[in-house]
């Protein structure tokens, strides 16, 4: 059975940081490109990053670039995403996801003071 | 980007009735490889989302056959022929034929 569960999410203030993670299981991690969508309450989904199979090449929406960074660690199964200077409109679930196939449960963050 | 436009936003059904969700892109969702990168995921209340239907009209393995994907080039559709309790929670269409991934704004299917 494929797992995605994510971990970190949690309460931060504008300008600091944080890390999450997602441990994959269920299926070769390391064959598969991997992303990061979040859910604003109440709203759509938005795509935000990718990163391939070997960990060389990420893409990120606009919205984040040069704020977060996307990397994995196939030897652990584990995909992360660094965030960075937050502001309050990346209050969000954040979801591990093998798009459109498999998703993890979420995490929540919160940016405020 | 691709916007995809999904209508209705809401939509109010009895148990048994046949529903129908529309997806529109703003531009073409087949691929030079001949592929439609048109999906249909369902996000049920306090649920992360879960895919239903791929490359248009693909079931994915575990979803009931009342579900079925249409549709070619800009306008897709998503049926759900006799409704049930389960089906209840917000519909999006996704794309992946163009980068970046793009998501409908979502149908809120509800009990009438």
Same mark, same amino acid.
């Given at each position: 059975?494929?797992?995605?569960?994510?971990?970190? +999410? /949690?309460?931060?203030?504008?300008?600091? @940081?944080? &890390?999450?993670?997602?441990?994959? #299981?269920?299926?070769?991690?390391?064959?598969?490109?991997?992303?990061?969508?979040?859910?604003?309450?109440?709203?759509?989904?938005?795509?935000?990053?990718?990163?391939?199979?070997? +960990? /060389?090449?990420?893409?990120?929406?606009? @919205?984040? &670039?040069?704020?977060?960074?996307? #990397?994995?660690?196939?030897?652990?199964?584990?995909?992360?995403?660094?965030?960075?200077?937050?502001?309050?409109?990346?209050?969000?679930?954040?979801?591990?996801?093998?798009?459109?196939?498999?998703?993890?449960?979420?995490?929540?963050?919160?940016?405020?003071? | 980007?691709?916007?995809?436009?999904?209508?209705?936003?809401?939509?109010?059904?009895?148990?048994?009735?046949?529903?129908?969700?529309?997806?529109?892109?703003?531009?073409?969702?087949?691929?030079?490889?001949?592929?439609?990168?048109?999906?249909?995921?369902?996000?049920?209340?306090?649920?992360?989302?879960?895919?239903?239907?791929?490359?248009?009209?693909?079931?994915?393995?575990?979803?009931?056959?009342?579900?079925?994907?249409?549709?070619?080039?800009?306008?897709?559709?998503?049926?759900?022929?006799?409704?049930?309790?389960?089906?209840?929670?917000?519909?999006?269409?996704?794309?992946?034929?163009?980068?970046?991934?793009?998501?409908?704004?979502?149908?809120?299917?509800?009990?009438?």
């Amino acid at each position: 059975e494929v797992q995605l569960v994510e971990s970190g +999410g /949690s309460l931060v203030q504008p300008g600091g @940081s944080l &890390k999450l993670s997602c441990v994959a #299981s269920g299926f070769t991690f390391s064959n598969y490109w991997m992303d990061w969508v979040r859910q604003t309450p109440g709203k759509s989904l938005e795509w935000i990053g990718e990163i391939n199979t070997d +960990g /060389s090449k990420t893409n990120y929406a606009p @919205s984040i &670039k040069d704020r977060f960074t996307i #990397s994995r660690d196939n030897a652990k199964s584990t995909l992360y995403l660094q965030m960075s200077n937050v502001k309050s409109d990346d209050t969000a679930i954040y979801y591990c996801t093998r798009i459109p196939d498999y998703w993890g449960q979420g995490v929540m963050v919160t940016v405020s003071s | 980007d691709v916007v995809l436009t999904q209508t209705p936003p809401t939509l109010s059904a009895t148990i048994g009735q046949s529903v129908s969700i529309s997806c529109r892109s703003s531009q073409s969702l087949l691929h030079s490889n001949g592929n439609t990168y048109l999906h249909w995921l369902l996000q049920r209340p306090g649920q992360s989302p879960q895919l239903l239907i791929y490359l248009v009209s693909r079931l994915e393995s575990g979803v009931p056959n009342r579900f079925s994907g249409s549709g070619s080039g800009t306008d897709f559709t998503l049926k759900i022929s006799g409704v049930e309790a389960e089906d209840l929670g917000v519909y999006y269409c996704v794309q992946g034929t163009h980068a970046p991934w793009t998501f409908g704004g979502g149908t809120k299917l509800e009990l009438k």
